[in-house]
């Protein structure tokens, strides 16, 4: 089993910034890449991108106009989303999840297994 806990998120500014934690504990061993989600209210949920978590290539949706970036330190088991420029259509719960198979790469929702609690980021103007 694999746990993950967000941190991070919180009340900003319009074009402030935030970075956004994810660590994980159990067993990681299974871990294709690690993926962001966004749900904003009465909004489907939106793939961010996901981060290898061996090569540590990224892969990002198609909206987020280079504001976002992915990183991770496997050596803490650990996954970050930088989010910089944010505006009040970010306002939304992230997610963090782990990824099992090749489909989660492109943001395939069944393809993760594992999924956070979401942490809340609301962006006022």
């Known amino acids: 089993q694999v746990q993950l806990v967000e941190s991070g998120g919180g009340l900003v500014q319009a074009g402030g910034a935030l970075r956004l934690s994810c660590a994980a504990s159990?067993?990681?061993?299974?871990?294709?890449?690690m993926g962001w989600f966004r749900q904003a209210p009465g909004k489907a949920r939106e793939f961010l991108g996901a981060i290898a978590r061996h090569s540590g290539a990224t892969n990002y949706g198609d909206s987020l106009e280079g504001r976002f970036t992915i990183s991770q330190d496997n050596a803490k088991n650990t996954v970050y989303l930088q989010m910089n420029g944010l505006q009040p259509e970010d306002t939304a719960i992230y997610y963090c999840?782990?990824?099992?198979?090749?489909?989660?790469?492109?943001?395939?929702?069944?393809?993760?297994?594992?999924w956070g609690q979401g942490t809340q980021v609301t962006v006022s103007s």
């Open positions: 159990g067993d990681t061993f299974r871990t294709f890449v």
């Open positions: 999840a782990r990824g099992k198979e090749a489909a989660a790469w492109t943001g395939t929702s069944s393809s993760y297994d594992s």
